[in-house]
């Protein structure tokens, strides 16, 4: 949103501003979703050890049987954490990549994503490696799924020196009536012009 739409809706001109300013400090709502995601899961996580643990305080009657099962729940926290884990990053590189492709204005992320080699690409903080030369491939031979940046080439050569040919009044008078009403269709503004 700009400063004048804001404006349209009945902010003061300093209101804008601060509302411009601030921008570049929220939070995307897609990524707010994931870290509520993120949290719901750990919580899940805790509850779940947390009655792994009183199961296992009711268990402790024998020695050799509470062995076997602590080394049994410690191996399935730590798959359950290997699981989550390897979940966020999945999540972490989905945002990144959609990211990047609608950065670099592809038309349907999904169809472009589609097309990726994405296992050549990889994340490294918040760089993706591998997705540039991907990009430069794909614009270079299916450039329709990109929007343009703008009109490319040459502008077309115009020998006659631009626009419409003119009319003079006397030219006008001695024209016929299909080639005034020709110019009247054609040239309004000129028609009016010459008519007075």
């Known amino acids: 949103m700009k400063k004048e739409d804001l404006i349209a809706l009945g902010l003061t001109e300093e209101q804008a501003d601060k509302v411009i300013a601030g921008y570049g400090q929220m939070v ?52 359950a954490k290997a699981d989550h884990e390897a979940e966020l990053q999945k999540r972490d590189f989905e945002h990144a990549l959609d990211s990047a492709l609608r950065d670099a204005k592809a038309k349907n992320v999904k169809a472009v994503k589609a097309i990726l080699n994405l296992e050549a690409i990889k994340l490294d903080g918040d760089k993706l490696f591998g997705l540039d030369e991907q990009l430069t491939a794909l614009k270079a031979s299916d450039d329709y799924l990109f929007t343009a940046d703008g009109l490319k080439g040459n502008t077309p050569p115009n020998p006659g020196g631009g626009g419409k040919p003119k009319v003079t009044k006397e030219q006008f008078d001695a024209m016929s009536i299909s080639e005034k009403t020709e110019l009247y269709n054609t040239d309004y503004e000129l028609y009016k012009s010459l008519k007075e």
């Open 28 to 79: 995307p709502k897609s990524r707010l979703d994931d870290k509520i995601q993120e949290l719901k899961t750990a919580n899940d996580t805790i509850a779940e050890r947390d009655t792994q643990l009183k199961t296992l305080q009711t268990k402790a009657a024998g020695n050799e049987e509470l062995q076997t099962e602590i080394t049994r729940l410690q191996q399935e926290n730590a798959n």
